[in-house]
């Protein structure tokens, strides 16, 4: 069964560095997002992609943050000065057509900010 | 914004018995998802509800949405070890695709 993947499974960083988070989605899905989940809490939404270009963010995805697909297949988070408070699980998630059809979730990047 | 809150936020009950957790939302819901997300893991699809006062079931898991379509709940009978993990759902408005996750509730079996 595909399968959304994302590297790295874990991400150690110092304070004020950048990070990318890569995911390949399913292959035929169109919808690309991302999440985050500080440990211990719920899943919160940070951005929808669509057509290469942003379809919807939340107040979380501020200007420290953006997404990019470079290629047909990637799909990527950048956090360009991570902050302690940037610690946390990040999902990507892919869905087949419409962003009203049930989401497909990777197994995460554990990001942690020293 | 639009909140998501689920009760109870921790469930630990004895492996055979039934558990419930109830979501509510503020704001009206085009349709609700549920996923479960075992510990270290990830989200996991399970079910999504569209229709008014719509019931769905997937073996022992049972899935209902209000009415109103502003709450829902899931029951599980007979748990299982199996049935460990924190239950999520989420929920979409009207035109918009972000998908809003309830706080959770984690459940526990003593076996």
């Known amino acids: 069964e595909p399968e959304v993947t994302q590297t790295p499974s874990h991400q150690v960083t110092q304070m004020g560095q950048e990070v990318i988070l890569r995911c390949v989605p399913i292959s035929n899905h169109l919808y690309f997002y991302w999440y985050r989940q500080i440990l211990g809490q719920k899943v919160e939404f940070l951005v929808s992609?669509?057509?290469?270009?942003?379809?919807?963010k939340s107040e979380i995805f501020d200007d420290q943050f953006s997404v990019e697909r470079p290629d047909g297949s990637n799909f990527t988070l950048k956090i360009r000065s991570t902050k302690l408070e940037d610690s946390a699980m990040y999902f990507c998630?892919?869905?087949?057509?419409?962003?009203?059809?049930?989401?497909?979730f990777g197994p995460g990047t554990r990001l942690l900010v020293l | 914004g639009q909140q998501v809150m689920q009760i109870p936020q921790y469930q630990h009950v004895q492996e055979g018995e039934d558990f419930t957790t109830y979501c509510n939302s503020s704001?009206?819901?085009?349709?609700i998802q549920w996923y479960k997300q075992r510990p270290g893991g990830h989200p996991v699809f399970l079910i999504q509800?569209?229709?008014?006062?719509e019931v769905k079931k997937q073996k022992r898991l049972t899935f209902q949405f209000g009415e109103a379509k502003k709450n829902s709940s899931l029951h599980i009978t007979a748990t299982q070890t199996t049935d460990v993990g924190t239950y999520f759902c989420?929920?979409?408005?009207?035109?918009?695709?972000?998908?809003?996750f309830g706080t959770g509730t984690r459940l526990t079996i003593i076996p």
């Open positions: 989420a929920g979409l408005r009207f035109g918009n695709e972000k998908l809003t």
């Open positions: 992609f669509y057509n290469n270009e942003i379809s919807e």
């Open positions: 704001t009206t819901l085009s349709n």
């Open positions: 509800l569209v229709k008014s006062g």
């Open positions: 998630a892919s869905t087949v057509l419409t962003g009203q059809e049930s989401q497909y």
